[in-house]
T-cell receptor, first 114, second 116 residues
Framework: AAGVIQSPRHLIKEKRETATLKCYPI?????VYWYQQGPGQDPQFLIS???????DKGSIPDRFSAQQFSDYHSELNMSSLELGDSALYFC?????????????FGPGTRLTVT | GNSVTQMEGPVTLSEEAFLTINCTYT??????LFWYVQYPGEGLQLLLK?????DKGSNKGFEATYRKETTSFHLEKGSVQVSDSAVYFC???????????????FGQGTILTVHP
């Protein structure tokens, strides 16, 4: 079965650079969630989209922006990168935005900022 | 706000030992509760869930019961295997109004290592 695809899987950037992370949800899934997991930390919710509209926002820095496109894939844009942005970034998708819809997670993008 | 607290780890067990990982939560309403597992280098996988009080979620020999009176959702397995070595996250989801439908709030994670 098709799963959530994230690209790239690994990314190394320097401070103050920009990074773009991509998420391709499971086919026919219309909802995307982004989470950030720092080293040894629990995943923290960043932002979510339903039908290409932002549906919820968590602890996402103003330096970050995201959107969901017409084909339902999503991109997380991160500017003025800081060392503290080094983390594993997960994308999850679901077939609806209600609580009863299970979130399926991608393998994550490991971002290292040097 | 909502929060999830897991027992501090890591947990190291011998194969066939009994496993308990404690999880308690704080929520304003009636959340759904989950256990996710993360194997090395992989994403999070749903292990089991419970959506209302006294529900028992189970999968692959793992069980957890939604206890509203103690706000707990402890994970148990009667006989662990080496292949169960992973990080386990307790999590909750609660409708928060408007379009805030389904974000997950995670606990700190518990690293489980099972030795032969």
């Amino acid at each position: 079965a098709a799963g959530v695809i994230q690209s790239p899987r690994h990314l190394i950037k320097e401070k103050r650079e920009t990074a773009t992370l991509k998420c391709y949800p499971i086919p026919r899934h219309d909802t995307v969630y982004w989470y950030q997991q720092g080293p040894g930390q629990d995943p923290q919710f960043l932002i979510s989209f339903y039908e290409k509209m932002q549906s919820d926002k968590g602890s996402i820095p103003d330096r970050f922006s995201a959107q969901q496109f017409s084909d339902y894939h999503s991109e997380l844009n991160m500017s003025s990168l800081e060392l503290g942005d080094s983390a594993l970034y997960f994308c999850a998708s679901s077939s609806g935005q209600g609580i009863s819809y299970e979130q399926y997670f991608g393998p994550g993008t490991r971002l290292t900022v040097t | 706000g909502n929060s999830v607290t897991q027992m501090e780890g890591p947990v190291t067990l011998s194969e066939e030992a009994f496993l308990t990982i404690n999880c308690t939560y704080t929520a304003t309403g009636y959340p759904s509760l989950f256990w996710y597992v993360q194997y090395p280098g992989e994403g999070l996988q749903l292990l089991l869930k419970a959506t209302k009080a006294d529900d028992k979620g189970s999968n692959k020999g793992f069980e957890a019961t939604y206890r509203k009176e103690t706000t707990s959702f402890h994970l148990e397995k009667g006989s662990v295997q080496v292949s169960d070595s992973a990080v386990y996250f307790c999590a909750l989801r609660e409708y928060a109004g408007g379009t805030s439908y389904g974000k997950l709030t995670f606990g700190q994670g518990t690293i489980l290592t099972v030795h032969p």
